[in-house]
């Protein structure tokens, strides 16, 4: 997945445009300073915007070919 991709939600069917994608540094809660990685996807869809975390994306989206 990249921007640019069009995708279809599989809960309701609306299909959607790929625009951003979002990374951020977590602190994973430890006191050593380790952190995690989280990434996401912003999808515009008609007039409004749905954020979908790429863990799970294929549970929740389907990429349209």
Do not use: H, S, W
Not at 12 to 27: A, D, Q
Not at 41 to 64: H, L, Q, S
């Amino acid at each position: 997945m990249k921007i640019g991709d069009m995708i279809k939600l599989k809960q309701t069917g609306e299909v959607g445009l790929i625009v951003e994608k979002i990374r951020k540094c977590v602190p994973d809660g430890n006191p050593n300073g380790d952190f995690n990685i989280e990434e996401y996807f912003r999808v515009a869809i008609n007039d409004k915007f749905v954020v979908i975390p790429r863990a799970g994306f294929f549970r929740r989206a389907e990429v349209v070919r």
